[in-house]
């Protein structure tokens, strides 16, 4: 999705090229269009327009994709920083 960043180059997604079979599902859910597939392969083509949803990883059904949520994701980010000026712990969940 051009135009579009959270922070440049910090975004944690990764895919393995040589797991992936090319289903589209990474292409079809992700919602700023990160992704390609041609030749049964996905490839990333937006990486910095990653949002760290997990959408991508949780739909991929060989594991290709790995994306630690936090370091793009505007509602982790959003309630991590709410946890910490109330005073608060515990696990943080995104999206």
């Known amino acids: 999705m051009e ?14 090229e ?3 079979i090319g ?3 990474c292409e079809t859910v992700c919602p700023h269009r990160v992704f390609e597939v041609a030749a049964r392969k996905a490839r990333i083509i ?4 990653c949002m760290e949803c997990g ?3 949780n739909n991929c059904p060989v594991d ?4 630690t949520p936090g370091v793009g994701c505007a509602s982790y980010v959003i309630k991590k920083w709410w946890m ?12």
């Open 3 to 16: 135009g579009f960043r959270y922070i440049s180059g910090v975004v944690t997604l990764a895919l393995d």
């Open 18 to 20: 040589e797991s992936c």
């Open 23 to 25: 289903c589209g599902n």
């Open 46 to 49: 937006d990486r910095d327009g």
């Open 55 to 57: 959408a991508c990883a």
């Open 64 to 67: 290709a994709i790995a994306v």
């Open 84 to 95: 910490e000026i109330r005073g608060k712990e515990g696990p943080i969940t995104c999206c």
